[in-house]
């Protein structure tokens, strides 16, 4: 397996002391582990490679959504490093990251002892930036994300139940009508949710008693699927990690929605992970807000 140039340039690697092997797997790219050695030190890549407009989406994407959560919390998930069109393969594009040891997790090396719940719950008590052009942060991301290999549009909203009634539910409902036609049933759902339902749980005035939320970085497909115990850079000690996101500015419990509707995060982990995090306000309305958002 060769090495393109482009990631040869982008990461400004020896070809001569550079090594690369396919590991891993993904339903939406090949992946492989580049070894090589930089300045006299081992070091360990991990590559992700496709064809088509929609793979440099989605890399994008991941790229821009891995360094929002790495640069917030760096033992949450791997640095991204580079991503762009290949040279070698006319229509490829790439993704570069840190690489992420899965495999070996038995090291007695203790990494920092916080937990998952822990690092979520400060990823998402930290503020989001200030977008450029802007004078406060903004519900919305830089760039288009994907979440499987559907394509999320993260225009930026000033008001969280405007994004996620019209990025999101509508947005959907007409990436479904465009594939599979329209359905008179479900065009009226979603748009009476969109109308009615998101307003009156998620509006600035209503939620915090009138104060509204202040926009936090999330995952945006946190399952079960897309976390574990993991060395970052394949060194040091083990960390419980997340990979494959597709994040967003959004509500803190925007989240929750999906690893609820997968499972894997247990009562235990809610109650620390709230304790740190605590419920919006009204909390009579939480179980409400988050079967809202696993649609």
Avoid at 195 to 214: E, F
Avoid at 235 to 253: I, L, N, R, T
Wanted: hydrophobic share 35%.
């Amino acid at each position: 397996m060769q090495l393109d140039g482009a990631i040869i340039k982008a990461l400004s690697l020896d070809p001569t002391l550079t090594k690369v092997a396919s590991h891993g797997g993904s339903g939406f790219s090949a992946t492989a582990k580049i070894t090589t050695i930089v300045n006299g030190e081992d070091k360990n890549f991990f590559m992700k490679t496709g064809k088509g407009r929609d793979a440099g989406i989605m890399f994008q994407g991941e790229h821009a959504s891995l360094n929002a959560i790495h640069n917030t919390i760096p033992i949450l998930c791997p640095a991204s490093f580079a991503h762009g069109p290949l040279t070698d393969t006319p229509g490829g594009f790439f993704l570069v990251t840190n690489f992420l040891d899965l495999a070996n997790t038995s090291s007695s090396e203790k990494g920092s002892g916080i937990s998952l719940a822990a690092k979520l719950a400060k990823l998402h008590t930290t503020s989001a930036p200030t977008p450029d052009g802007h004078d406060k942060p903004m519900f919305g991301f830089p760039v288009t994300t994907c979440c499987g290999d559907t394509a999320q549009e993260n225009s930026y909203k000033t008001n969280w139940a405007d994004f996620y009634a019209e990025n999101r539910l509508m947005a959907i409902l007409k990436k479904s009508e465009r594939t599979n036609g329209t359905d008179a049933d479900l065009r009226s759902l979603v748009t009476k949710t969109a109308n009615i339902i998101v307003p009156r749980l998620l509006s600035s005035s209503h939620l915090n008693n009138g104060k509204g939320i202040t926009p936090v970085v999330v995952h945006g497909d946190l399952w079960s699927g897309n976390k574990s115990h993991g060395r970052i850079g394949g060194k040091g000690g083990v960390e419980e990690v997340v990979f494959d996101p597709s994040a967003c500015w959004a509500h803190s419990e925007y989240e929750l929605g999906i690893m609820r509707m997968f499972g894997g995060f247990g009562g235990s982990f809610l109650k620390e992970y709230h304790e740190i995090c605590p419920k919006t306000e009204p909390v009579s309305e939480y179980e409400d807000r988050v079967a809202l958002y696993e649609l």
